[in-house]
């Protein structure tokens, strides 16, 4: 839990120069271009912060000309014909509060300027962050991890990864559709990970088997690519994962759900639709057993009250149940249909339709309570 109170906060860019490290690597030279190329480190950690401001390479290269100054370069160097500095960014956050986001993207060429700023190394632990995204190609990779965090939107269209490691987060949107690869893929790593809106990974990642995915919790990602959690559902199905493969049928039916609300009009494929909600409310699609006893006890509960209050007179006691309204209530549960206190009472034939509803749901929902126990098998 986040304590603002505790808190440094930190309003901009400029105030980052306190907890900037500054290293250079090596020179080298690209032949073919003849460009002589300086290499530096740029290597940010922040711990217990709340940060109040964009961060992205553009507003990190006023940071590095400051730290390039110090150094001994000059202005004038930065914009030597033939020189060109590349900062490679390492950003490290601890236990701090991001408001606003964080832009993987390369920073986009200033004028008479040879500065490139790249993040390599991204590193995100125990906060909260707004987003995380990159619109234009790193031609650096990224070795990205985040653990015990909270995200609302990692969205990686155009990165290169060296790895990903993502562990005991949230997000609302995860979004890692990288780049393709003409040699080994990355290894990526999604370990106890929620995604509540969407979720996309390109399909070759998927098949790829240096990906390794852990109870993913998708069944709420309503708007992911359907082609995509059956891809998922397979992949599960078959190394065994129960718990993934039962999260993304749950995600799979979401989707179906939403689709023929949004497709058909109200009165068509109604059977579909009524078999999903039930699924819904009953156990979550597969998922909930808590929610399957829920739904168990309250349509006995209700359906006991109704059918006591029409057979029986009153005056009913809801803290002190009648001998009639317990028999009734217990006798939904029992796979014997006991239909002797509607005889006794003379019933007529929506009493007894009422009482087999009743037994039906109750029935239906201990079914779907035993199922939803299935995750827990090997």
Known sequence: MFRVDKKKKISKVEELIEYIEFEHL???????????????????????????????CNNLETLS???????????DDLKKHKVQFNINIEFE???????????????????DSHLKLFFTKFKISNSKISRIESNSVNSSRVFINIS????????????????????????????????????????????????????????????????????????????????????????????SNTFDFLNAIACEQRILNNSLWKINRWNEQLGDKLLLFLNR??????????????FTILISLLGSILLNNLIYDGPYKFFEPSTNYLEILFSNFSP???????????????????????????????????????????
């Open 148 to 239: 015990d965090s909270n995200i609302n939107t990692l969205l990686l269209r155009n990165v290169l990864f060296g790895s990903a490691d993502i562990s005991n987060s949230r997000f609302n949107t995860l979004e890692l559709p990288f780049q393709k690869y003409e040699k080994k893929l990355p290894y990526i790593r999604l370990y106890n990970v929620s995604v509540s809106f969407r979720l996309n990974i390109p399909k070759h990642l998927i098949k790829d088997k240096d990906i390794d995915i852990q109870f993913l919790r998708i069944s709420k990602a309503r708007k992911s690519d359907i082609e995509i959690i059956r891809l998922f559902k397979q992949n599960f199905e078959k190394s």
């Open 26 to 56: 090596e020179k080298t030279k690209d032949i073919i271009n003849k460009v002589l190329i300086f290499s530096f480190k740029l290597k940010i950690k922040i711990e217990n912060s709340i940060l109040l401001f964009d961060l992205n």
């Open 281 to 294: 409310i009953s156990n979550g699609y597969g998922i909930s057993w808590t929610r399957g006893l829920v």
């Open 93 to 111: 956050l601890i236990n701090s509060l991001f408001k606003n986001g964080i832009d993987l993207s390369v920073n986009r060429a200033q004028n």
């Open 65 to 75: 000309v400051v730290m390039l100054n110090k150094e001994g370069y000059s202005k």
């Open 336 to 378: 014997i249909y006991k239909i002797d206190f509607l005889k006794d009472n003379d019933a007529g034939f929506w009493l007894y339709f009422l009482h087999f509803c009743t037994k039906i749901l109750v029935l239906y929902g201990i079914y779907q309570t035993i199922q939803a126990f299935r995750k827990y098998r090997r």
